[in-house]
T-cell receptor
């Protein structure tokens, strides 16, 4: 069975601070895919990044960066110089090859204080 | 623009009543999914379909039914057997056979009991 754990339920930081959201996953598949989604107050889920199990390169996209480590089964997400617009619930998710279903973590509610 | 349309945005159900949530996509995606979101519990899969006229139960299918008569449409019926239907419902679609492709989500339907 697959499992995704986001141990941080809520995080609050002051604007311009850096913040890291943790994600730990469990799977028996050798080929799998990891995702981060953002859910703003309006409710829709916005796709942020995907990473496959064969690619452990870390990635930076603007103020966002992701740290994938298979050795610790972690896929952490960092926002640099946070902004109020980053306030949202962030979900980490896992799927197998074939994309049959996404297994979501319970989400981390991030609040950026102006 | 291509995307996923869910309707209505808000829905109210009376006791003993069945209600149907609409989900339409024009992304030419093969697979479609229904998720339920409760506060603090992340998203849980209700049903999914990878081809027309075929669908599979997810983790919490009891009290729900679906149909997939057209590739573009995947309506969800919340039956009177679902005793706790109040939740936020999200529909998603994706290309299949390549887990590297993210699921795309609609804006959601918020269902409440009258």
């Amino acid at each position: 069975a697959q499992k995704v754990t986001q141990a941080q339920t809520e995080i609050s930081v002051v604007e311009k601070e850096d913040v890291t959201l943790d994600c730990v996953y469990e799977t028996r598949d050798t080929t799998y895919y990891l995702f981060w989604y953002k859910q703003p107050p309006s409710g829709e889920l916005v796709f942020l990044i995907r990473r496959n199990s064969f690619d452990e390169q870390n990635e930076i996209s603007g103020r966002y960066s992701w740290n994938f480590q298979k050795s610790t089964s972690s896929f952490n997400f960092t926002i640099t110089a946070s902004q109020v617009v980053d306030s949202a619930v962030y979900f980490c998710a896992l799927t197998n090859f074939g994309n049959e279903k996404l297994t979501f973590g319970t989400g981390t509610r991030l609040t950026i204080i102006p | 623009d291509g995307g996923i349309t869910q309707s209505p945005k808000y829905l109210f159900r009376k006791e003993g009543q069945n209600v149907t949530l609409s989900c339409e996509q024009n992304l030419n995606h093969d697979a479609m999914y229904w998720y339920r979101q409760d506060p603090g519990q992340g998203l849980r899969l209700i049903y999914y379909s990878q081809i027309v006229n075929d669908f599979q139960k997810g983790d919490i299918a009891e009290g729900y039914s679906v149909s997939r008569e057209k590739k573009e449409s995947f309506p969800l019926t919340v039956t009177s057997a679902q005793k706790n239907p109040t939740a936020f419902y999200l529909c998603a679609s994706a290309l299949i056979g390549d887990g590297n492709q993210p699921q795309h989500f609609g804006d959601g339907t918020r269902l409440s009991i009258l």
